[in-house]
């Protein structure tokens, strides 16, 4: 009957031990669910900063005879 969770009593150190571990799951899924909407936020503000630099380096002016300069070594 000890093991058996529906027959524990209100209170008792396994029931509290429970409650804690469950409430301690909740939290962890709402910092996952934040950590995954400020990952998601950072990749946009990631992205839109690459395109603003790939179309400012389009407008900079090049010396003739000088082959154009890769800023992302062709990393990315």
Avoid at 35 to 51: D, G, P, Q, R
Avoid at 54 to 69: A, Q, W, Y
């Amino acid at each position: 009957a000890a093991a058996d969770p529906v027959s524990m009593v209100p209170g008792s150190l396994e029931g509290g031990s429970w409650c804690n571990e469950h409430m301690l799951h909740e939290r962890l899924d709402i910092v996952e669910e934040k950590v995954i909407k400020t990952v998601e936020h950072l990749e946009s503000e990631v992205k839109s900063l690459l395109n603003i630099i790939s179309e400012t380096t389009l407008n900079i002016p090049t010396v003739p005879g000088n082959p154009p300069i890769d800023i992302f070594d062709g990393e990315y």
